[in-house]
């Protein structure tokens, strides 16, 4: 079965750079979930969106950005990176309802 | 407010020890649900159970049991016989029903459990 795709797994920036995290849902779901997990912490929400509009904001900085396009796949846009942004981001789907696949994960590291 | 508390911040058994990883959430909705997720070192998020507020049948999966009690607000995980394999980090988490918007996570803080050989 398919599973959410996130790209890049792995990778690795300089302080005050931009990165660009894409995930792809699962064929058919429209919702779609951003996850911070930082060094030994739980993962944070971020953002959601549904139907390619934001739904729900947590803590997530000014500096970051996302959107939702027609194909449904999102993009996690962050500029001017910072140490602590290192962490592992998680994306999630669903099919409008409570219960979200996760995928893979990318990590980030600001160096 | 929604919150997830697992207490146990880390706990160490001697292989086919019996475990459980403990949980208590708190909520204001009568309609939520919670998962327990397993956190490998490799680091992807692998689902274990999920569970709804109007279902407190208790489940068995193989070695794994998850005990939910509304009374308590608890949501407690049992590992019998437990294995080097179950090493690993151990999340619960919550999701309530929104009153607009999507239906975000609210994870606890995990509970690393090592499994000694």
């Known amino acids: 079965a398919a599973g959410v795709i996130q790209s890049p797994r792995h990778l690795i920036k300089e302080k005050r750079e931009t990165a660009t995290l894409k995930c792809y849902p699962i064929?058919?779901?429209?919702?779609v979930y951003w996850y911070q997990q930082g060094p030994g912490q739980d993962p944070q929400f971020l953002i959601s969106?549904?139907?390619?509009?934001?739904?729900d904001k947590g803590s997530i900085p000014d500096r970051f950005s996302a959107q939702q396009f027609s194909d449904y796949h999102s993009e996690l846009n962050m500029s001017s990176l910072e140490l602590g942004d290192s962490a592992l981001y998680f994306c999630?789907?669903?099919?409008?309802?409570?219960?979200?696949?996760f995928g893979p994960g990318t990590r980030l590291t600001v160096l | 407010a929604q919150k997830v508390t697992q207490a146990q911040t880390e706990i160490s058994v001697v292989e086919k020890e019996d475990v459980t990883l403990d949980c208590v959430y708190e909520?204001?909705?009568?309609?939520?649900?919670l998962f327990w997720y397993k956190q490998p070192p490799s680091g992807e998020l692998v689902f274990l159970i999920r569970?709804?507020?109007?279902?407190?049948q208790n489940e068995i999966s193989g070695r794994y049991s998850w005990n939910f009690q509304k009374s308590t607000s608890s949501f407690n995980f049992t590992i019998t016989a437990s294995q080097v394999v179950d090493s690993a980090v151990y999340f619960c988490?919550?999701?309530?029903?929104?009153?607009?918007?999507?239906?975000?996570?609210?994870f606890g803080t995990g509970t690393r459990l090592k499994v000694l050989a």
């Open positions: 064929p058919r779901h429209d919702t």
């Open positions: 569970r709804n507020s109007f279902d407190e």
């Open positions: 999630a789907s669903s099919l409008g309802g409570y219960e979200q696949f």
């Open positions: 909520t204001r909705d009568t309609t939520y649900y």
């Open positions: 969106f549904y139907e390619k509009m934001q739904s």
């Open positions: 988490a919550l999701s309530e029903s929104p009153t607009s918007g999507t239906y975000k996570y609210i």
